[in-house]
């Protein structure tokens, strides 16, 4: 298969997270790389969600390798980290669900051990500005990438692809934090997958040309149904945990804003320069 449109690169933008808790049961999520200009140049970061790396043992970063530029399909790579929460920057709010590694020296552990990863970055200027918010309709076509429940294309080593709208507008912050609600089957192993806008130009000829792409944010919660029909927010969990057995998803996941990424970056860039 050629990488040749938006989508086909999408699938070589997220990384499988799979990890140990200090309870000794497995879990899985999703990481995505980021790759964002600075003073010092552009470095490509893995982002996931802070609940994801927070209380694990050790943990593992899935890629699919390279073979003459092209993604190797199927030769799968994890890089194994056993002091996981320790290898994280997260974002100095504690109530902000995201966390960031730089990629850089993953890439030279792997390349130590011959091996050259494949993977596209999403450009941080694809972050919208307000302007471009301002210009989002209330309902909006989103498409989101990762693994759901742990289910991908293990064979190929590629993840899911899936769509929904967003269900609140993104010009406003859902219950005042930097915040949007999506309409989408979101499940556990969805925590930490990118969301994208996808707007589509009736005007031009179908494909890539036609289509303006923005990443909207990152999936860190999902709603349920508990007893005597009450609605709450919980994280995405990285497994089928026994405290949501009896609770009923209702296909609306809460994403927090691409901006505060970039806040989490700048937050690390700043650190860096001025160490």
Do not use: C
């Amino acid at each position: 298969m050629e990488i040749d449109s938006i989508a086909k690169k999408l699938l070589f933008s997220t990384v499988r997270v799979d990890t140990e808790l200090e309870d000794g049961s497995a879990g899985s999520g999703t990481a995505f790389i980021l790759s964002h200009a600075h003073a010092k140049g552009s470095t490509p970061f893995i982002v996931t969600n802070r609940h994801l790396v927070e209380g694990v043992r050790r943990g593992g970063l899935v890629f699919t390798q390279t073979s003459e530029g092209k993604p190797a399909f199927g030769q799968r790579f994890q890089l194994n980290i056993d002091d996981f929460p320790a290898a994280w920057f997260v974002h100095p709010d504690p109530a902000v669900d995201l966390a960031i590694v730089p990629l850089r020296p993953l890439e030279r552990a792997a390349r130590d051990l011959g091996v050259q990863l494949y993977y596209h970055a999403i450009d941080s200027q694809r972050i919208p500005d307000a302007a471009t918010v301002r210009g989002f309709d209330a309902l909006e076509e989103v498409l989101f990438v990762g693994y759901p429940s742990g289910v991908w294309d293990q064979v190929n080593l590629v993840p899911i692809l899936r769509r929904g709208t967003t269900a609140t507008p993104l010009e406003l912050d859902f219950e005042g934090h930097k915040q949007f609600l999506i309409d989408a089957a979101v499940y556990p192993g969805s925590s930490g997958s990118p969301v994208f806008v996808v707007r589509d130009d009736p005007l031009r000829p179908r494909g890539d040309a036609a289509r303006t792409i923005w990443f909207a944010g990152v999936v860190a919660e999902v709603f349920f149904r508990e007893e005597a029909n009450q609605l709450v927010p919980g994280p995405v969990p990285t497994q089928s945990e026994s405290g949501f057995i009896g609770a009923e998803m209702i296909d609306l996941g809460l994403v927090i804003k691409s901006e505060s990424v970039r806040e989490l970056i700048d937050a690390y860039v700043q650190k860096w320069l001025s160490d």
